[in-house]
């Protein structure tokens, strides 16, 4: 018995599984901006249960500058990350993948702006990353680059690399493909 299973229901489930990622991080950004918010300008203990039980405390005490940039550098990762499951679910809702014509000015449009969001989360992890370790060299007590959403530097990089160069064969493919058109 062999199982059939087409690409218009592969992308189906992809497009669900899509946005309930997308929720789950535009969530997680969300939350980690109002938390953000929250305890710098109306209640600092909040810093004790930050996001997922991350305590910021110490770095709260120590100095707020520090906090605020922390938390930045983490917002920005989260915002980003939210960012590429949004192009994602926009470029399956928008029907733009013809599957009749895989090369198309939108899918290496939407390629190469992932690219770039996966090279940003990168440097800012790779940001965060360090500053983090400055602190605790700081003798304050940081929770775990993973908690914080900084890890995985490395494969964000690696990963923007590779799409950068899928966008550039996706590049030559339009270039073939519009010869060809023209020449029949």
């Known amino acids: 018995m062999e199982i059939k299973i087409s690409t ?4 189906k489930f992809l497009y669900i599984l899509s946005w309930i990622i997308f929720i789950g991080v ?3 950004a969300g939350a980690i901006i109002f938390n953000a918010i929250f305890t710098h300008f109306v209640d ?32 920005i990762v989260a915002v980003m990350r939210a960012l590429i499951f949004y192009f994602i679910v926009k470029i399956l809702h928008d029907k733009k993948l ?13 390629i190469l702006n ?25 003798s304050l007590i940081m929770p775990d680059i993973q908690h914080l959403g900084f890890g995985g530097a490395d494969v964000w990089l690696f990963m923007s690399v590779i799409l950068f ?20």
């Open 8 to 11: 218009q229901q592969i992308l």
């Open 26 to 28: 535009g969530i997680e």
């Open 165 to 184: 160069v899928i966008a550039q064969i996706f590049k030559r493919g339009i270039e073939l493909q519009e010869e060809n058109e023209l020449t029949i």
């Open 114 to 138: 992932v690219s770039y969001l996966t090279l940003g989360i990168g440097l800012f992890s790779f940001w965060g990353i360090h500053y983090t370790q400055w602190l605790a060299n700081q």
């Open 44 to 75: 600092p203990k909040t810093a004790t249960h930050f996001w997922k039980e991350v305590d910021l405390t110490n770095l709260y005490n120590r100095d707020s500058g520090y906090f605020l940039v922390e938390t930045t550098l983490m917002s």
């Open 98 to 110: 013809d599957l009749s014509q895989p090369f198309s000015k939108e899918l290496r449009r939407f």
